[in-house]
């Protein structure tokens, strides 16, 4: 039995993949293999097959491009107007995906000519998918003002500068260092480790790793890493 009278769509996901290299934040992109837009670049993405729903499609379409499993998702407002792709009428549901570039940049599947992009140096993509991305990187702005996603995108070990370069990337700001840390450090979502990063000072800094139990446990709770008037107004 069906609808009578009513018009089929096709319903696609895109996946927006963010990374962060211990400097610079950047955006996973593939150059497009087919008709329309053939070799552009354009975020991954597929269809919604008839036996999956849009987060199994989005986790589907993330590992053919990375291998990866478990990884941080987030759907963002659905892109529906009926013009946007010029072949069929697709309704677009973005999801933000945050990954550990360090970890997992080699198991990146060459077959899509992916490529990482700074931020600052994105090339035009196709259809309505440069709103996307500024889309999700307001509700990201939003998001990790409140709760620890960013670590998401941290190595395994990471130290407190690392940790404070990457929120200030986000915001374009300056984050003062004592209160940053104190703020960091009272979350007790860090494992101080044994060993120091000396790569920029004799002195070093000391690594921290994520306490995963306690993480997890305090990942939706309020934590307040920036100040509130870098936080973006009307993301949420």
Sequence with gaps: MKYSNQTRLLVAVDCIIFGFDGTDYKLLLIQRGFAPEREKWSLMGGFIQPDESADKAAERILQQLTGLHDVYLEQIQAFSIPERDPIERVIALPYVALIDIEKYQTQINDDFHARWF??????????????????????????????????????????????????EGLYDTKIDKRNFTRKVLSTKLLKKEKDKDKSSSKKGAFYY????????????????????????????
């Design 118 to 167: 700074t931020l600052k140096e994105l090339p035009n993509l196709i259809f309505d998918h440069n709103e996307m991305v500024e889309m999700a990187l307001n509700r990201l702005r939003y998001k990790a003002a409140f709760h620890p996603i960013l670590f998401e995108l941290l190595p395994e070990k990471f130290t407190l500068p690392q940790l404070q370069a990457m929120y």
């Design 209 to 236: 790793s994520l306490d995963e139990e306690h993480y997890k446990e305090n990942f939706t709770n309020i934590h307040n890493f920036i100040p509130k008037n870098e936080i973006p107004v009307g993301t949420e």
